[in-house]
């Protein structure tokens, strides 16, 4: 069967499921970041 | 005709929405929506490692400024993250067929329930001031929770993927590495909101993450799907991946896998990875002042813990996708030969009071870390097959268990030898370094052994008795 995955899933749905993940885990990545810098001060 | 009434049957009637057959994917559905599914699930059950951040307000409920007496020690409360730990391992190797068997979307619904659950008993817990409640609720519960959750989504992923099966699992099990990372100010965050006169905050604190928790593993639950039978993403070619020596298309029965050689020593070579990132996560912080006195201070220490847990997340993703072009096999050869490598090299960088030198070795080391656990499910793969990857998956876990005691142990005690006989506390890791380092070489050798798995083990049929999984093999279908 050949895969036309984006024909049919709509990519604002994609995009939706991929912010509700992400955007927490950029956050705390960033957040992250700012306390990993006081390695370097 | 009759139907019998099983607990499944049961199941099935009352809860629709939890079938399998109700999370196959039409067509069309997009592939890329399964690594979200997957993430919601890890990146909930990654808070696990920010539990810590509840310890010392949990020593304040009743005094709330300082101790009162009545109030929870700290060697209490460490118990909860062990027990938690001790049920992730069970869970996984007890409930993994059940996973397997029943569909990601289960699975991911009884880590749910189990999670937000383990919380709310937990708030009650600390509402009562009853730390057994806690040991039940966080613990044991949420343990289940961390281990049929961990798994829940590892061989779905695969079948997705099966062009990039290292890929897509390193993308779940990078979230369970994020976690923390979110947990951890959300956490802090959430009990300087509720924090009172009289409550330190950690009951609502409790409660909000519960309910926040339980709808983003929902979430995922809802958009996960199994692919149909015969799905291939456009352009794969089985026949590929079925050419390389170790790789097969067949699959092993889950109980079959363990009596297998090839189980062990992908066993201790988890393990060797395990012990030796374990040992130096937890003790970073202590290890690098004491190695470098008046150069790392308590501030840049923890900003060097911070800096690992991102390299611990990222190695998780990285190393895993490395693992589809050089083959798993090679993967772990770099991290026992790199790993070995690294270990020699920390006390010279500490004689030497080299701490970029130190610092990179640690960061390679704790990537290495995280990169042995996404690896692992797609080297259970290749040499297993899909068919019951998850379950092996899960008793494969055992080592991290293992690892969880053994990592600690070798640094703390052998420090704590070395520094009541007399060596200066600089040098004082030298000794666990080495044997580190040796770990390396056992794993390297196990790993080397590997072979392709003998086809006597190979599933001649499904022996399950359920038809229609998309990833039974050739073998299986000819049968």
């Known amino acids: 069967m050949e895969d036309v995955e984006h024909s049919t899933t709509p990519a ?11 955007i927490p885990l950029l956050a705390g990545v960033t957040q992250t970041m700012i306390n990993a810098m006081k390695l370097f001060q | ?49 920010a539990f810590s951040v509840f310890n010392l307000p949990m020593t304040k409920l009743l005094g709330v400024t300082q ?71 966080y613990g044991v519960i949420g343990g289940c929770a961390l281990g049929i959750g961990y798994i829940s989504p590892v061989s779905t992923l695969m079948k997705w993927f099966p062009d990039r099966p290292g890929m897509a699992t390193g993308m779940a099990i990078m979230g369970f590495g994020g976690g923390a990372l979110i947990a951890s100010p959300l956490s802090v965050w959430l009990m300087s909101k509720f924090q009172t006169a009289t409550d330190v905050g950690v009951f609502n604190t409790f409660l909000v993450l519960g309910c926040v928790y ?6 995922g639950a809802y958009i996960v799907r199994v692919p149909a039978d015969n799905w291939k993403p456009k352009g794969y070619v089985p026949a ?41 996560l937890g003790q970073a912080s202590a290890m690098s002042q004491e190695m470098f006195p008046g150069h790392i201070t ?67 080391i704790v990537s290495m870390y995280g990169g042995g656990f996404s690896t ?9 097959g899909t068919r019951y990857v998850g379950a092996i998956h899960g008793i494969l876990l055992t080592a991290w268990s293992a690892a969880g005691i053994a990592g600690p142990v070798l640094i703390n005690y052998i420090r704590e030898y ?31 052994c590997i072979k392709a798995v003998n086809s006597k083990y190979h599933m001649t049929s499904d022996k399950t008795g359920k038809v229609g999984d998309s990833a039974l093999s050739p073998s299986t279908a000819k049968a």
């Open chain 1, 12 to 22: 604002y749905m994609i995009l939706l499921a991929w912010s509700i993940a992400g």
């Open chain 2, 1 to 49: 005709m009759a139907v019998a009434h099983t607990p499944e049957t049961y199941a099935k009637a009352w809860i629709p929405f939890l079938d399998r057959e109700r999370t196959i994917a039409k067509p069309g559905y997009s592939r890329w929506m399964i690594p979200p599914a997957a993430l919601c699930v890890h990146l909930c059950i990654g808070q696990a490692y």
């Open chain 2, 67 to 137: 101790s009162a007496p009545g109030d929870w020690k700290l060697t209490e409360l460490g118990w909860i993250f062990s027990i938690a730990m001790l049920f992730l391992g069970l869970s996984s190797a007890v409930f993994g067929r059940w996973v397997e068997e029943g569909g990601p979307r289960r699975a991911m619904f009884t880590a749910a329930c189990c999670w937000a659950s383990g919380f709310l008993i937990s708030a009650l817990g600390v509402h009562l001031h009853t730390l057994w409640l806690i040991y039940l609720g």
């Open chain 2, 214 to 219: 339980f709808c983003f593993m929902m979430f």
């Open chain 2, 240 to 280: 590929a991946v079925s050419s390389k020596k170790l790789v097969t298309t067949n699959n092993v029965f889950v109980y079959d896998a363990v009596k297998t050689p090839q189980f062990w020593l992908v066993w201790v070579v988890l393990f060797v990875n395990t012990t030796a990132g374990i040992g130096v």
């Open chain 2, 298 to 364: 308590a501030i840049a220490a923890a900003g060097l813990v911070g800096l690992m847990s991102l390299f611990n997340m990222g190695g998780r993703f990285s190393w895993a996708s490395l693992s589809d072009y050089i083959g798993r096999k090679n993967t772990y050869f770099v991290y026992m030969c790199l790993g070995f490598a690294l270990y020699i090299t920390v006390p010279y960088a500490g004689g030497s009071g080299n701490v970029v030198l130190f610092v990179c070795c640690f960061l390679i």
């Open chain 2, 376 to 384: 692992v499910p797609a080297y259970l793969r290749d040499l297993f």
């Open chain 2, 418 to 448: 070395n520094v009541t006989h007399g060596v200066p506390k600089a040098q004082a890791y030298n000794t666990t370094m080495y044997i580190m380092a040796s770990l390396f070489v056992i794993g390297f050798i196990c790993n080397a």
